[in-house]
């Protein structure tokens, strides 16, 4: 056993390594920013730091605790009116407890559990099982947590605490077995790590099981003053990193390999204050500053102390965005960003191309030549070919153009001389320069004549004069080929055709003359890009005169484009009075760069940019310049998502705890004012992050704010909307993460539907209430008006009734009268009784209707009358269907009778041989029908007789019974009818009569 401790001991040896610091090297990093109680904090000792899941920063203080949205900073402290909220504000301690919680440990020994998402306060410290940990303050700082949301902690008697959730149980020291004492704890994939002085004891907390492991380097090194605590912290890779008295231990447990760095004599280092960044690196604090543990174990001074104990970090956190937050002792919060994207600032010396060539390595006596060292800062021009970049100066004129070439490294006068002898010799000042693709130079003079260089021969030729406004100021130019050149002024856009001399005003297609500056499109050669002095950036399809417009309403930031360069990241590089930013000449994206990122200055000046060989681009300002390589700047590529901090409805503010929360709200119609606060928690440059809104179901596209982060509406109607939230990173990348909140805005009572819907049923109701009413009204009118009428028609139908029956009657008293005359006493007796019985049922029939059975009673009574009377002239057939209720009906009294009677008179009897009346009554369907048919003269010929006829009475049996028809019809709302027609032979003589009569059966 011996043996083989000494073999392990000895592997151990080959492969352990063994660092001293010595002087660690490195740049100390330059603070981004230091915020302190003038910037809201509620006090400057930070003692801890957490990022909540939606992204907001929560510092701890010794005056409270407070949450930061990169813009604002708003305080949580305790009152003693308020039992529910902070049990204190001497913050000493905060542990991220895991789903939004964090533990806050008071310098009473309280401990509160407050959630960051809905600000609530739990009062752990009135939990009896809590009350354990309440001496125990000076190892809260030993809390350590597992995913599955497990903790421990460290106790005095050399025990640990497991806290689940409320309940805190103590494991004593003979309970975790272990051989030494415990010196600190750490947490390795779910499982607890028990350091002591001499092992490494893994402690699975589901299968109680203890695992050893003997420390390859032999013992941790204690402090010989003091109390420390040991605590292993784990790596992405599984290595464990332990901290004593003399530096750090990395140790691979599953190789056995450790590698040992020395910090120096008694550092006293202990418990790290540290923190990881997404690379892996591992930042940690000694001596006051702080250092940085690379992943291959390099390691360097990151950020040396500040003199006299200032800024002496007590808390560290990288967040997701790479932030660098150092809480310190009582100066703040230190904020450092990890991930540079920024452009480097220099300070103005010469003139712009002077420095710009000084930076880049050329000799100060090369420069120093009068070209350069004496002209006017902004005098210079230039243009970039390859390797070459040539440079003129638009005050110094020559009949010989002179240009100033730099190489590398070297810089010299090159002299241009005439093509042809025969040129005319005059003084030329260039006043702009472009290279065409086969390294020929195309100069503009003063004359606005168009000179062609040639670089190889070192000579010039005119090429003619462009058609220009005498006083425009030359600001760009570039070539198409060697057939067209394009040139911009503050006098518009034109196009030169070398072979003809002629010039084009291309100025009619833009918005505006006051153009500073071209560059061609890295992949469209048809697509000008046009800078602006006020009216933005300029996309000119030469083709088909296409214009697009780029300004600060599109996402820009700054209308004014003082110079465009193409990167060698294909993008477009513009200097403005808001930075430089990059343009994306396919996308749009937009990536802008101001003094927050180094430069000197937000302003930049025209004519001050420079491309340079290697691929890095020179832009300078009133302040200073900078020099960058496009394809080499880091590119933030965080995805922040845009979180509401403030809901303000009219004058009612939501509360905070609801923002977090908050995804629809329903509002009444006169809450329809909001305005509503956000930020994108990027900490990183905030004032970079661009912001853009739109209120869907009223806004037609985004709505740019630029650093702006609110958005307000007002007057909404109601409706339904979706209000859309958008932020880029600080590389002006627009988040694919999208916060949206449905907004519903009810409309007022009186315009919902259910109360359009009463209204609509109460105005039908009082319409149908009218309506009946008036229609009760113009009934009862009319019922009454159809009283009188049918009271009028009764009495009408009883005067026709009393004009029939003296009629009847007469006729009647005739026959008797004759029968007497005549000396025949039998039959005179016997028509006297039958008309008697007539007579008597005429007086009981003295009612408006009698039934069918009546009237036929009446019929055959009369009938009977008429044979007595003509014997066998006349002869009767009464064909009568066996049906109650067809006798049963009700009809007008005597309305058969009169046909009868005329059947006989007018029919048959002016016929010489009489004839024969057939009385006929069925049913068809819900009618009576009666037809009286004879087979008398007809009506023809009985009419004839009556116009013949010297008599003074004539009959109007027929028509009195039509009559009453009609009244009977009005008064019972009755169908009856009568229909008179003519029979005939079949050769067309006339052949009697039929009359049909119908009456409405009583159903």
Not at 540 to 547: D, H, S
Not at 603 to 610: I, P
Not at 631 to 653: F, G, M, S
Not at 885 to 897: A, C, E, R, S
């Amino acid at each position: 056993m011996v043996v083989s401790k000494k073999l392990t001991a000895f592997i151990f040896l080959i492969f352990s390594a063994s660092l001293c610091l010595g002087s660690p090297g490195g740049t100390p990093i330059k603070l981004s920013r230091n915020i302190t109680v003038r910037d809201g904090l509620p006090q400057s000792y930070i003692s801890g730091l957490f990022q909540d899941e939606d992204g907001f920063l929560w510092i701890s203080t010794l005056n409270g605790l407070a949450r930061y949205d990169g813009r604002e900073i708003k305080r949580f402290q305790h009152a003693s009116t308020d039992q529910s909220g902070l049990s204190g504000n001497i913050i000493l301690k905060l542990f991220n407890a895991g789903k939004n919680n964090i533990w806050l440990w008071y310098v009473d020994g309280k401990i509160d559990q407050f959630n960051t998402k809905t600000g609530k306060v739990v009062h752990l410290w009135k939990n009896p099982d809590f009350q354990k940990l309440k001496k125990e303050d000076r190892l809260f700082k030993t809390l350590v947590r597992n995913t599955k949301g497990t903790t421990w902690m460290m106790a005095k008697d050399g025990g640990i605490y497991q806290i689940e959730g409320k309940t805190v149980i103590h494991v004593a020291p003979e309970q975790l077995q272990l051989q030494s004492p415990l010196l600190g704890i750490g947490v390795k994939n779910e499982q607890l790590l028990l350091l002591t002085q001499a092992d490494l004891v893994v402690y699975e907390q589901g299968k109680k099981v203890f695992k050893r492991y003997s420390h390859p380097f032999g013992k941790i090194d204690l402090f010989k003053f003091g109390f420390n605590i040991y605590s292993p912290i784990t790596r992405k890779n599984g290595e464990l990193i332990i901290c004593d008295a003399y530096g750090l231990k990395i140790w691979n447990m599953g190789s056995r390999r450790y590698t040992s760095i020395r910090l120096g004599e008694r550092p006293e280092l202990g418990k790290l204050l540290a923190a990881f960044d997404r690379a892996g690196n591992f930042y940690f604090e000694f001596e006051h500053g702080i250092y940085l543990l690379r992943a291959d174990n390099t390691l360097e001074k990151w950020s040396s102390p500040a003199p006299t104990g200032k800024d002496v970090p007590t808390s560290l956190l990288i967040d997701r965005s790479g932030v660098f937050w150092v809480g310190t002792n009582g100066f703040g919060l230190n904020q450092y960003n990890l991930v540079k994207t920024g452009l480097p600032g220099y300070v103005n010396q010469y003139s712009f191309v002077s420095d710009v060539l000084l930076r880049t390595g050329v000799p100060a006596k090369q420069i120093d030549h009068p070209f350069l060292s004496k002209v006017v800062s902004f005098a210079n021009r230039s243009t970039t070919y390859k390797d070459s970049i040539w440079i003129t100066d638009i005050y110094k004129g020559n009949v010989s153009p002179q240009l100033m070439l730099v190489v590398g490294h070297a810089a010299q006068i090159k002299t241009f001389s005439p093509a042809f002898p025969g040129m005319k010799k005059e003084i030329q000042l260039l006043k702009f320069l472009t290279t065409e693709k086969n390294g020929t130079i195309w100069g503009i003079n003063q004359r606005y004549e168009i000179l062609k260089l040639n670089t190889q021969r070192l000579s010039f030729e005119n090429k003619g004069k462009i058609t220009i406004d005498s006083m425009a100021i030359i600001n760009g130019m570039v070539a198409e080929g060697h057939e067209n050149l394009y040139i911009c002024s503050d006098k518009g856009l034109f196009r030169y055709h070398t072979s003809t001399g002629k010039t084009e005003d291309l100025s009619v297609h833009l918005p505006t003359i006051d153009l500073l500056h071209l560059a061609r499109d890295p992949e469209k050669p048809e697509v000008l890009w046009i800078g602006t002095l006020s009216d933005g950036l300029l996309r000119f399809n030469l083709k088909n005169k296409a214009l697009q417009v780029f300004n600060t309403t599109t996402g820009l930031p700054n209308n004014t484009i003082y110079s465009i360069l193409v990167g060698n990241d294909k993008q477009l590089w513009c200097s403005s009075n808001k930075g430089i930013f990059s343009f994306g000449p396919a996308n749009h994206a937009i990536r802008s760069f101001t003094s927050s990122d180094g430069l000197m200055d937000d302003e930049f000046n025209r004519y001050y940019y420079l491309t340079l060989p290697n691929g890095n681009l020179a832009f300078g300002g009133p302040l200073g310049f900078t020099i960058f390589n496009p394809a080499k700047l880091e590119v933030d590529q965080y995805n922040p998502k845009v979180q509401l901090t403030d809901l303000h409805i009219i004058n009612y503010h939501v509360p905070l705890w609801s923002l977090g929360k908050l995804r629809e709200i329903t509002l009444a119609h006169d809450q329809n004012f909001i305005t509503a606060v956000f930020s994108a928690l990027q900490f990183d440059i905030p004032e970079k992050i661009q912001y853009r809104y739109m209120l869907k179901g009223l806004d037609q596209g985004w709505i740019m704010l630029g650093n702006e982060n609110k958005a307000a509406y007002t007057s909404l109607p109601p409706g339904n909307y979706t209000l859309l939230l958008n932020a880029t990173n600080t590389a002006g990348k627009w988040s694919s993460l999208i916060t949206s909140l449905q907004i519903t805005i009810r409309p007022p009572f009186w315009k919902t539907w259910w109360f359009l819907g009463l209204l609509l049923l109460l105005v039908g109701l009082g319409l149908y209430g009218m309506l009946t009413y008036r229609i009760r009204n113009i009934k009862k009118n009319q019922a009454q008006v159809m009283q009188y009428e049918r009271e009028a028609m009764e009495l009408h139908a009883l005067a026709l009734r009393a004009r029939m029956n003296p009629h009847f009657i007469f006729n009647c008293l005739n026959s008797i009268k004759a029968l007497i005359q005549e000396k025949e006493n039998i039959k005179a007796v016997d028509y006297l009784t039958t008309f008697a019985s007539l007579i008597r049922k005429q007086l009981h029939n003295n009612s408006t209707e009698i039934t069918l059975r009546e009237e036929l009673e009446t019929c055959e009574l009369y009938v009977k009358l008429e044979e007595m009377r003509f014997e066998d002239r006349i002869s009767f057939v009464f064909d009568l269907e066996n049906d109650d209720l067809l006798k049963q009906t009700k009809v007008p009294p005597l309305m058969i009778q009169p046909l009868i009677e005329n059947a006989i008179v007018h029919g048959l009897l002016p016929s010489p041989t009489g004839g024969l009346v057939k009385v006929k009554l069925y049913r068809d369907q819900q009618y009576g029908v009666c037809e009286i048919e004879d087979n008398g003269i007809g009506r023809a010929k009985a009419e004839a007789n009556k116009l013949k006829s010297s008599r003074l009475h004539q009959s109007r049996g027929t028509h009195l019974l039509e009559e009453r028809i009609s009244i009977y019809n009005r008064l019972n709302k009755q169908g009856s009818s009568l229909q008179t027609i003519d029979l005939f032979t079949p050769d067309g003589q006339a052949a009697g009569t039929l009359v049909i009569i119908k009456f409405k059966l009583d159903i």
